[in-house]
Nanobody, 122 residues
Framework: QAQLVESGGGLVQAGGSLRLSCSAS????????MAWFRQAPGKEREFVAC????????LYADPVEGRFTISRDNAKRTVYLQMNSLKPEDTAVYSC???????????????WGQGTQVTVSS
């Protein structure tokens, strides 16, 4: 079982950068695939990026491809989301999730953090 806590959200101007972190408890962190999802007001939760246990496989949603980078440090039990060239449409609550495989669907991830707000002003 994993408990996840996100940090690093905030307010940034369009074109700026933020780095989100997701710290996990539990000795089995290294075997989980990790993912970031986001949910904007009035919209459904959407996939952002995911990474397998070793970091060798990374998947991105089309809207963030080339701007966002997911990475992980298993020794620190932390996954990161580096977000560059931010746009107002990136505004959302960002949540990290842990699960058995790198999947784009939220239902495949049994463990979730509370989320962190990212607001991008124009």
């Amino acid at each position: 079982q994993a408990q996840l806590v996100e940090s690093g959200g905030g307010l940034v101007q369009a074109g700026g950068s933020l780095r989100l972190s997701c710290s996990a408890s539990g000795r089995t962190f290294g075997i989980y695939a990790m993912a970031w999802f986001r949910q904007a007001p009035g919209k459904e939760r959407e996939f952002v990026a995911c990474i397998n246990w070793s970091g060798s496989t990374k998947l991105y949603a089309d809207p963030v491809e080339g701007r966002f980078t997911i990475s992980r440090d298993n020794a620190k039990r932390t996954v990161y989301l580096q977000m560059n060239s931010l746009k107002p449409e990136d505004t959302a609550v960002y949540s990290c999730a842990a699960g058995p495989q790198t999947m784009r669907t939220s239902g495949q991830y049994p463990y979730w953090g509370q989320g962190t707000q990212v607001t991008v002003s124009s």
